[in-house]
T-cell receptor, first 114, second 113 residues
Framework: AQKITQTQPGMFVQEKEAVTLDCTYDTSDPSYGLFWYKQPSSGEMIFLIYQGSYDQQNATEGRYSLNFQKARKSANLVISASQLGDSAMYFCAMRESPGVKLTFGTGTRLTIIP | GAGVSQSPRYKVAKRGQDVALRCDPISGHVSLFWYQQALGQGPEFLTYFQNEAQLDKSGLPSDRFFAERPEGSVSTLKIQRTQQEDSAVYLC???????????FGQGTRLTVV
């Protein structure tokens, strides 16, 4: 079974609109962490935001927020006021305790339209 | 340097050749990871170091893959007798500790012909 599922292979969004990228996960571990990374065409993975399984509030980092719904096992990334520079691949990832390795989804390619 | 540095950025190898990929982590970062990213896929874990100790190598696909970090800083991923299915981007990441956020390099794109 897939541990991280990203069902949107590609999305097109108008500049300045908000966008939600979906991520669902599968784990029986009560302690885990969820991450979102951005991968532009240059190739590096850029850390965006982190949510711990015990965190009471949804994580936010500038224009990025994570809509964490624990009972539904979803961790959607919300980007507000999208910009042309947001065009990239976005990966959701999970780290299960007590390990340190990340398990990634297959990614969503986001294209911002001017 | 300011970030994780990987070299070479691109490598073309003939099938059967050995290759060595280098990773310079962020200074002071204890943890170092290698991931393999096939075309159109997310990265997949290969191996993990804490300082010079290789604590997890469960993701290495075969005994042709070998990684080392002898002095707890620079790491090398070596692939012996390369095969076409080894073609991928190899990403290195480092973090202060294993549980803190990981910073990735730009990767080495390996093409085996």
């Amino acid at each position: 079974a897939q541990k991280i599922t990203q069902t949107q292979p590609g999305m097109f969004v108008q500049e300045k609109e908000a966008v939600t990228l979906d991520c669902t996960y599968d784990t029986s571990d009560p302690s885990y962490g969820l991450f979102w990374y951005k991968q532009p065409s240059s190739g590096e993975m850029i850390f965006l935001i982190y949510q711990g399984s015990y965190d009471q509030q949804n994580a936010t980092e500038g224009r990025y927020s994570l809509n964490f719904q624990k009972a539904r096992k979803s961790a959607n990334l919300v980007i507000s006021a999208s910009q042309l520079g947001d065009s990239a691949m976005y990966f959701c990832a999970m780290r299960e305790s007590p390990g340190v390795k990340l398990t990634f989804g297959t990614g969503t390619r986001l294209t911002i339209i001017p | 340097g300011a970030g994780v540095s990987q070299s070479p950025r691109y490598k073309v190898a003939k099938r059967g050749q050995d290759v060595a990929l280098r990773c310079d982590p962020i200074s002071g970062h204890v943890s170092l990871f290698w991931y393999q990213q096939a075309l159109g896929q997310g990265p997949e874990f290969l191996t993990y170091f804490q300082n010079e100790a290789q604590l997890d190598k469960s993701g290495l696909p075969s005994d042709r893959f070998f990684a080392e970090r002898p002095e707890g800083s620079v790491s090398t991923l070596k692939i012996q007798r390369t095969q076409q299915e080894d073609s991928a981007v190899y990403l290195c990441a480092s973090s202060l500790e294993g549980y803190t956020e990981a910073f990735f390099g730009q990767g080495t794109r390996l093409t085996v012909v």
